[in-house]
Nanobody
Framework: EVQLQASGGGLVQTGGSLRLSCVAS????????IGWFRQAPGGEREGIGC????????DYADSVTGRFTTSRDNTKNTVYLQMNTLKPEDTAVYYC?????????????????WGQGTLVTVSS
């Protein structure tokens, strides 16, 4: 059974940091690209970043570039999203998603496998 487990969300003040983790099981992890998405209350799902399987290339949405960084530890089947300088507008449920697709998959339609989400709340 394939499974993605996102964790690490919580309540943080403006300017603070959080690190999210996404643990994958049941996959050939080294062949997976992992994407991060978020959905704010009443909003649409937004892609915020991804890390590829091939060479660990990363890509970020403009809204988080320079503040968020994603990395992977293939020995632990885990991808991380380090979020710094958090803003109230970063408040959302954050999801990790997985795909075996090639290239740099940035759209939600590229990802057939999804975790359950973890809530990040940034207070002003």
């Amino acid at each position: 059974e394939v499974q993605l487990q996102a964790s690490g969300g919580g309540l943080v003040q403006t300017g603070g940091s959080l690190r999210l983790s996404c643990v994958a099981s049941g996959f050939t992890f080294g062949d997976l690209s992992i994407g991060w998405f978020r959905q704010a209350p009443g909003g649409e799902r937004e892609g915020i970043g991804c890390i590829t399987s091939s060479d660990g290339t990363t890509d970020y949405a403009d809204s988080v570039t320079g503040r968020f960084t994603t990395s992977r530890d293939n020995t632990k089947n885990t991808v991380y999203l380090q979020m710094n300088t958090l803003k109230p507008e970063d408040t959302a449920v954050y999801y990790c998603a997985a795909t075996y697709a090639r290239g740099i998959p940035t759209s939600s339609i590229d990802y057939p496998y999804w975790g359950q989400g973890t809530l990040v709340t940034v207070s002003s």
